[in-house]
Antibody, heavy 122, light 108 residues
Framework: QVQLQESGPGLVKPSETLSLTCTVS????????WSWIRQPSGKGPEWIGY???????NYNPSLKSRVTISVDTSKNHFSLKLASVTAADTAMYYC????????????????WGQGTRVTVSS | EIVLTQSPGTLSLSPGERATLSCRAS???????LAWYQQKPGQAPRLLIY???SRATGIPDRFGGSGSGTDFTLTISRLEREDFAMYYC?????????FGQGTKVETK
């Protein structure tokens, strides 16, 4: 059974960079597309971006200028960096798996992590 | 981007009743590339329906999806206690993929 686990600081100061890692267990990171999705409290989810195991990425245009997603296949994990954060970036952050993604579109997400809450505050 | 509007915002029903949830898209979603997720408090979303009407692995047949174009529906034929939760639709036809704001199914 594939499991995903997010990790990283729960509190980030405004203007700093949010950094999270998603560790995949129970299966290989290779051959799948891995996304970051966030959900502000009381709102619907928002797709941030995806990475394939070969390093190919695609980001939501609304966040593209601030987002970097990377992968380390040797450690079976992938990471998110979101620069210049503001209070609007406060949310639950999830990592998730999709079978296929292309040009900014992913097939439905079949495995999700439990999520990690990130608050942006001084 | 495609905006998905879900209605109603909250649905108050009793166990055993039928639930009908709506998801309307701001433009046509081709090839019925629409999914539904269930989310319970403190948990990640769980995929219920993909391709507008296909149930994901392990999803009971009381969950059904229908629709095309701009109007989609999730139906729960007879509510079980574990079905009281938030439900989100997601389109994966046009980049970027987007989610609706959700419908809460609560106990009456």
């Amino acid at each position: 059974q594939v499991q995903l686990q997010e990790s990283g600081p729960g509190l980030v100061k405004p203007s700093e960079t949010l950094s999270l890692t998603c560790t995949v267990s129970g299966g290989s990171i290779s051959g799948y597309f891995w996304s970051w999705i966030r959900q502000p409290s009381g709102k619907g989810p928002e797709w941030i971006g995806y990475i394939y195991s070969d390093g190919t990425t695609n980001y939501n245009p609304s966040l593209k200028s601030r987002v970097t997603i990377s992968v380390d296949t040797s450690k079976n994990h992938f990471s998110l960096k979101l620069a210049s954060v503001t209070a609007a970036d406060t949310a639950m952050y999830y990592c998730a798996r999709a079978g296929y993604c292309t040009h900014g579109i992913c097939s439905p997400f079949d495995y999700w992590g439990q999520g990690t809450r990130v608050t942006v505050s001084s | 981007e495609i905006v998905l509007t879900q209605s109603p915002g909250t649905l108050s029903l009793s166990p055993g009743e039928r639930a009908t949830l709506s998801c309307r898209a701001s433009q046509s979603v081709s090839s019925r590339q629409l999914a539904w997720y269930q989310q319970k408090p403190g948990q990640a979303p769980r995929l219920l329906i993909y391709g507008a009407s296909s149930r994901a692995t392990g999803i009971p047949d009381r969950f059904g999806g229908s629709g095309s174009g701009t109007d989609f529906t999730l139906t729960i034929s007879r509510l079980e206690r574990e079905d009281f939760a938030m439900y989100y639709c997601q389109q994966y036809d046009t980049s970027p993929g987007t989610f609706g704001q959700g419908t809460k199914v609560e106990t009456k």
